[in-house]
């Protein structure tokens, strides 16, 4: 249909004409509670925020100030209505003057935006502190959140509390639902639900920051911890001519794999180097996250460098050191490769929970106890000489030294953020 909103509004014209008003019903929209603290500290945590709202310009902007989603220093650039490609291209250009300034958009003039000049855009709107975009449709705000993940390639995650919202929430790479009294659409859609919007600075600058530096750790350390044995079997195979003994039967390999290290390195996901109330104090911790140098090729070199040189040292140390049977090898590489490994975990951890203390006491007194019963495998009267226990405390030793001085000395001249708090 050509023209249709002239004839649209002819149409009401006719229909509102000559009428009585018997009564008028209102619903009172009106902000959570503590929104406005919480925005703040999101956008003091670096994390850009857009506004996708159904609302009309004037009520958008309204919102854009009392929830400081703008700060009171920052100007509102507003794009009305555009309505061919030139005006488009100029509304471009006299935003592009501007500095330090929010973003407010009507969603009819971000379509034809959008059609003409896509990239001119986003590269313009990523740089914004915060953008507003008004009279959007569900499907809109599902485009609009798809179209921030192509142009920037970054994470993006969606709030929304009505049925309106599902579609940006499934769109998202993180959705949260909001249980209020539009109903429980976007709660169900989404991948996390929360009651209030303030909930949402504890779920990103506490929740959201621990999960990301623990999975990198555990990510990590189940790496080395698998490679530092492979190594140590390739370095035995290479000393005796690439023959094809295995350097530890299968019991200890299960054992390794399972009750004498996995509850140690699995109870890394309770470490946190700061406090929550502190998280929430200082949001600007979160900054460091954006820049992703928790796990990124670098770090993984450093880990296979490190699962290296431990496996050198322990698998040559132990050949070295062994004196008539091939069971010294086994008790001695073994069990110093155990150490090394708690010992690994205990220099990883930042604060140190109950649940940690108890899986490494677990863990030694059960390769203890199965030291005694597998008797096949390791000879009683070597484990309980002096000369067993002296060797494998050298190598324990030889093999996480230097890995602690390199940390003791980065935390000395280097020290992270979060140490100048606590």
């Keep these: 249909m050509q023209d249709r909103n002239s004839k649209v509004r002819m149409v009401i014209e006719t229909l509102e004409n000559e009428l009585e008003v018997v009564g008028l019903t209102g619903v009172e929209d009106k902000l959570q509670l503590d929104v406005r603290p919480t925005l703040e500290s999101i956008r003091n945590a670096a994390i850009k925020i857009w506004m996708l709202t159904g609302d009309k310009l004037e009520t958008a902007c309204c919102i854009a100030k009392s929830s400081r989603l703008v700060s009171p220093r920052q100007n509102l650039h507003v794009i009305g209505q555009v309505f061919d490609r030139m005006q488009a291209h100029q509304e471009l250009n006299n935003f592009r003057r501007k500095t330090d300034c929010a973003l407010v958009v009507l969603g009819e003039s971000l379509s034809l935006i959008l059609k003409h000049y896509e990239y001119e855009f986003m590269d313009l709107a990523v740089q914004c502190p915060a953008v507003v975009i008004c009279r959007c449709s569900p ?41 209020g009294k539009e109903g429980k659409q976007a709660s169900l859609a989404a991948d996390f639900s929360i009651t209030q919007f303030k909930h949402v600075g504890r779920l990103f600058l506490v929740h959201g920051r621990n999960s990301y530096k623990r999975s990198a750790a555990l990510a990590q350390f189940v790496m080395h911890r698998g490679l530092i044995i492979s190594v140590m079997q390739a370095i ?159 190598l324990t030793l030889v093999s996480c030294m230097p890995i602690y001085i390199m940390k003791f000395l980065r935390k000395r001249f280097n020290p992270p953020t979060y140490s100048k708090l606590t």
């Design 139 to 179: 499907t809109q705000k599902a485009d609009i959140v798809r179209l921030i993940q192509r142009h920037t390639r970054k994470q993006c995650a969606a709030i929304g509390d009505g049925g309106n919202d599902v579609s940006m929430i499934q769109a998202a790479d993180a959705g949260i639902g909001i249980v």
């Design 236 to 394: 035995f195979s290479a000393c005796f001519y690439f023959s094809a003994v295995s350097l530890y039967n299968g019991v200890l390999v299960t054992g390794y794999a399972t009750v004498y290290t996995m509850f140690p390195v699995f109870s890394l996901v309770y470490d946190q180097d700061v406090s929550p109330e502190i998280a929430m104090m200082y949001p600007e911790l979160y900054k460091e996250l954006l820049k992703g140098r928790y796990l990124t090729l670098k770090t993984f070199l450093i880990w296979v460098l490190v699962s290296i040189y431990q496996a050198g040292v322990l698998m040559f140390g132990a050949l070295f050191l062994f004196e008539e049977q091939f069971l010294h090898i086994v008790a001695i590489s073994f069990t110093a490769l155990i150490g090394t490994e708690l010992i690994m975990v205990a220099l990883t951890i930042q604060t140190w929970h109950m649940v940690m203390v108890l899986s490494i006491l677990f863990s030694l007194i059960t390769y203890t106890a199965s030291v005694f019963v597998l008797k096949s495998t390791f000879n009683r009267e070597f484990i309980l000489s002096w000369d067993f226990v002296w060797k494998t405390l050298s």
